[in-house]
Nanobody, 114 residues
C-alpha cells in the first residue's frame, strides 16, 4: 500500500508543473484524496481535495491557478499548477483519506525561483 509523488522540480515564476500521485495496493477509486504542502520553516498546509466522483475544492490562495484531478483507471491523482509564485515553493505531499491511518506519499519538491 503506497503513494508515490512525482513531477516536482525547479521552475521560474509564472511557470507550470504537473504533479502526479501514483497509488498502489488499495482500491484507489474508493477514497478521497488530497494534496498538501510544507514550505521551509512552516507547518504543512492543505492544498486541495478530490472525492471519488471528481468533486473538488482548493485552497483560496491557489484557486484559479491549481487544478486537482484524478484518473481512477490509472490509479493516479494530479495537481496541475499554473502561474507559479515563489511562495508556492514547498514539498508537496499526496494523501489518501483512509478510515484508520491516512496514507501519505514521500513528497516531491517544488521550487519556484528565477
Amino acid at each position: 500500500v503506497q503513494l508515490v509523488e512525482s513531477g516536482g522540480g525547479l521552475v521560474q515564476p509564472g511557470g507550470s508543473l504537473r504533479l502526479s500521485c501514483a497509488a498502489s495496493g488499495f482500491t484507489f477509486r474508493n477514497y478521497v484524496m488530497m494534496w498538501h504542502r510544507q514550505a521551509p520553516g512552516k507547518e504543512r498546509e492543505w492544498v486541495a481535495t478530490i472525492n471519488s466522483f471528481g468533486g473538488s475544492n482548493t485552497l483560496d490562495s491557489v484557486k484559479g491557478r491549481f487544478t486537482i484531478s484524478r484518473d481512477n483507471d490509472l490509479n493516479t491523482m494530479y495537481l496541475q499548477m499554473n502561474s507559479l509564485k515563489p511562495e508556492d515553493t514547498a514539498v508537496y505531499y499526496c494523501q489518501a483519506i483512509m478510515p484508520l491511518n491516512p496514507l501519505w506519499g514521500q513528497g516531491t519538491q517544488v521550487t519556484v525561483s528565477s
